[in-house]
């Protein structure tokens, strides 16, 4: 049956401890065999037993039957106190077996096991993506109007009592076949999810710290569940496997072991991966969904490692996996692969040691997403299956950026090989990787994730695969998987443009140098500082990269070096290190740019009465500019504060020294530079 996706995924099993009463072959073979000569087509005070409308019409009487209550049904207190039949007394387990039937809800056509009828997955993935999955395990096909969902809030108001006793109602006739599942999902969930669902009526999926449970509709009779009824719910979501809040933010699917529902919670849940019925995915991981593995006696298989990490398609791929069978011995264990649910290729494993199987897989296509599970057969015959494991194979060939923006695809597979322009580890973003990575084609892009990713920084060569996309107007590549070539390369040579060649979508992710002169400073709320340049196009320095704006005021001039990028209609430079803002100034007329700690010719020289002090710094430093007279006297600090790396000038007036010479020390540490100046009055 095809299966739904919404807001929290369950898979839904139910069985009987119990085999249910069939009226025709039990029942009324002792209505046959004991009570219709005399209650036949109603002959004895109404009543007829000859068949199931006449036994549960009931007779002159009354109600004959009172169904799921046995101890209040006329017909069973009356073969209980031996008064019928009157031809001779019923057995003990012809007595029981009536008030059974009668519990059971006096069906004519019994139920089936709903035991076997359970939860197989969960899952709550990002916005609307979440679903139920429910699998029937009875060995026959059942109609779901005879159960339903029911959901306690973040606790129950009362303990072992539903807050939505009614939450999922299914209609008339809705047949799920034996071994197949049941999908219900948000109407607005991922496509994927959305082809394998059922219903998508269900708009209201929950947290992860509700509960949920499979019950029978006419007794109330809870069958399995995820979470428990007591209104003491954890604040964020349940532990599974030894996983903390497992249900928020994540899949989890039952074991193929899993033959029925169960309604204690904690031992469902387990305290890890071996005493628990559930397997823990990450989120948004539906691998799973649409179909589900049982088997008593199957053998339990995961895979404990795949390696290289990185790999491509000239890497032979290894692995192992953990093996166990409950039965005999694992007999036979092979490998499948492929693409897109096509694992149509196959390799065997051997037994490496205890429990543990190895294998490989040879080389595969580049820029695509290899699926593989393992199958394990024991000695009885009995198969058990790994869950899907996915990888990215990258190229051996890179595709050019610029090429890749000439296309501008969307989630298409593709590998690159770059130098790091800007690092991640929040640099740009303090709780994302916004990283960036520029190869020989000249051109660079994004690397995103919604996770911090450590190690990724500036000069680092890197082979990264991934997906192409866009996040806003920023052309990225997104879950992405990389390996480092090498680390400490030289960065490619920005480009210079002037200011207003700046607003292009041709300098989108790549490296480029601009100078100008500050002209709007505006503070992005509390996260970062705007400058605008020479009223054309803006710097975004994020307080993040931990860069001190203190020094940039109206007027400023400098020399900028970071990553072009267009944010909605707004173009701006992003700058991730203090080192690429270098201050500008003009002497004699030229512009230079400061490179290194020196202290230039004061101007003018001689003077009277104030001069202009320059000096340059090639890092940012605390400084201090001091003015001594021919004793050696300390007369004047003419500066002491922390200056940005570039060229910077003074104006120092003497009116209030007299005329002689003067000596002025610039100081940054230990290291000291020395001029004289006259001051002639």
């Not at 009931?58 to 039949?85: E, F, K, Q």
């Not at 390696?307 to 039965?327: G, K, L, M, N, Q």
């Not at 120092?652 to 020294?657: D, L, P, Q």
Request: contains cysteine; hydrophobic residues 35%; proline residues 3%.
């Amino acid at each position: 049956m095809k299966k739904m996706i919404s807001s929290i995924l369950f898979i839904i099993s139910l069985t009987m401890i119990q085999a249910q009463v069939d009226y025709e072959t039990q029942i009324q073979t002792i209505f046959n065999n004991n009570c219709t000569s005399c209650h036949q087509y109603g002959s004895q005070n109404g009543l007829n037993l000859t068949v199931y409308s006449g036994v549960m019409n009931g007779g002159t009487s009354g109600a004959a039957i009172v169904a799921g209550d046995h101890a209040n049904s006329l017909l069973w207190v009356r073969v209980n106190n031996g008064s019928m039949p009157p031809s001779g007394t019923l057995s003990s387990d012809q007595v029981d077996l009536i008030a059974q039937w009668i519990d059971e809800g006096a069906l004519e056509v019994p139920a089936v096991d709903s035991e076997n009828l359970f939860f197989s997955e969960w899952a709550e993935g990002t916005s609307y993506n979440k679903y139920i999955e429910i699998y029937n395990a009875t060995g026959e096909e059942i109609d779901l109007s005879n159960y339903k969902v029911s959901s306690c809030a973040n606790g129950c108001d009362t303990s072992g009592e539903w807050d939505y006793p009614d939450q999922v109602v299914f209609d008339a006739g809705t047949m799920l076949a034996s071994g197949d599942v049941f999908v219900l999902a948000h109407p607005s969930a991922d496509p994927i999810i959305l082809n394998h669902a059922d219903d998508v009526s269900f708009t209201y999926m929950g947290n992860g710290n509700d509960a949920f449970g499979l019950v029978s509709s006419s007794t109330g009779l809870v069958i399995d569940i995820v979470g428990d009824m007591s209104s003491n719910a954890p604040d964020i979501a349940w532990d599974v496997a030894g996983v903390t809040n497992a249900t928020a933010e994540r899949t989890i699917v039952r074991k193929p072991s899993v033959i029925a529902g169960n309604t204690d919670w904690a031992s469902s849940a387990g305290t890890d991966a071996s005493d628990s019925e559930w397997i823990v995915f990450e989120q948004n991981n539906w691998d799973n969904l649409g179909s589900h593995s049982q088997a008593v006696d199957a053998p339990e298989v995961a895979f404990n490692s795949v390696s290289p990490v990185f790999i491509t398609d000239a890497t032979e791929i290894e692995f192992t996996a953990s093996i166990t069978t409950p039965v005999g011995s694992v007999s036979s264990v092979v490998v499948k692969y492929g693409t897109s649910g096509q694992l149509v290729n196959e390799s065997e494993l051997y037994l490496e040691s205890g429990d543990i199987w190895a294998g490989t897989i040879p080389a595969q296509q580049g820029n695509i997403v290899l699926q593989m599970r393992i199958h394990a057969t024991n000695s009885e015959g009995v198969e058990g299956q790994s869950v899907i494991e996915e990888r990215i194979i990258a190229s051996s060939t890179p595709s050019a950026v610029a090429d890749l923006y000439s296309s501008q695809s969307i989630n298409e597979i593709v590998t690159i090989k770059g130098i790091i322009t800007i690092g991640g580890g929040g640099l740009l973003y303090p709780s994302q990787t916004k990283a960036y990575v520029q190869d020989q084609s000249g051109r660079g892009l994004q690397l995103f994730d919604y996770e911090l990713i450590d190690g990724i920084e500036r000069g680092d060569e890197i082979e990264v695969v991934g997906y192409t996309g866009y996040y806003n107007t920023t052309y990225q590549i997104k879950d992405f998987e990389y390996r480092e070539l090498s680390s400490g390369n030289a960065l490619p040579d920005p480009i210079v443009v002037t200011p207003s060649g700046a607003n292009s979508s041709d300098y989108e992710g790549t490296l480029i140098s601009v100078t100008g002169n500050v002209t709007v400073v505006t503070p992005v709320s509390t996260t970062g500082t705007n400058l605008t340049i020479d009223d054309v196009t803006s710097i975004m320095l994020w307080n993040s990269t931990g860069i001190d704006v203190s020094s940039f005021v109206v007027g400023y001039r400098g020399q900028f070096i970071g990553i072009g990028s267009q944010y909605n209609d707004q173009y701006q430079l992003l700058v991730g290190y203090q080192t690429d803002i270098t201050t500008v100034v003009a002497v004699d007329g030229e512009i230079v740019i400061a490179d290194r700690f020196d202290l230039m010719p004061a101007y003018p020289n001689p003077f009277n009465p104030s001069t202009k002090l320059s000096f340059s710094i090639d890092t940012p430093s605390e400084l201090k500019l001091e003015v001594y007279d021919v004793s050696g006297k300390l007369v004047e600090t003419a500066a002491k504060r922390f200056y940005q790396s570039g060229s910077h000038m003074i104006q120092w007036n003497a009116s209030e020294h007299s005329s002689g010479m003067y000596f002025v020390h610039l100081v940054k540490g230990s290291k000291r530079l020395t001029q004289k100046i006259l001051l002639l009055k």
